[in-house]
């Protein structure tokens, strides 16, 4: 389940449909419900029937990110002036995020797709889907 106020327009998400978990992406938001495109499909759903997806290497190759090369053990993932740092690349739960201009932020969290998502608009000004 996730909470309503994370969420934004162009979030990936999953959807419990009939107990079915299927992505879709966020195209509208009401007070109550969040609507998605699901299966080239829009629908509404209650919070308690969204989840986050978890990031992985494929999500941010989908997202456009792309593997930068390190030399001293971290794992670096850039996104124009943005970088996603795992300083141990064995350990993603210690996230770093930078931004040109932008201070960097530390992260000890599991990371989701929706959430990079909003990190990044937020560093950024730009939205990426």
Not at 57 to 70: A, I, K, P, R
Request: net charge negative; hydrophobic share 35%; aromatic share 10%.
């Amino acid at each position: 389940m996730v909470n309503i106020n994370d969420i934004q327009l162009g979030n990936w998400i999953q959807v419990d449909i009939e107990g079915k978990y299927l992505t879709g992406k966020v195209e509208r938001k009401s007070v109550q419900k969040i609507g998605a495109m699901v299966n080239k499909e829009m629908g509404w759903f209650f919070p308690k029937d969204v989840y986050p997806i978890l990031l992985t290497e494929d999500w941010l190759n989908h997202l456009g990110f792309e593997e930068e090369e390190s030399t001293d053990g971290q794992l670096i993932y850039k996104h124009g002036p943005f970088r996603l740092v795992y300083p141990d690349k064995n350990d993603k739960q210690q996230i770093v995020l930078k931004c040109h201009g932008v201070h960097p932020r530390k992260l000890e969290e599991t990371l989701y797709v929706h959430k990079l998502q909003s990190y990044y608009h937020e560093m950024t000004k730009v939205s990426i889907e």
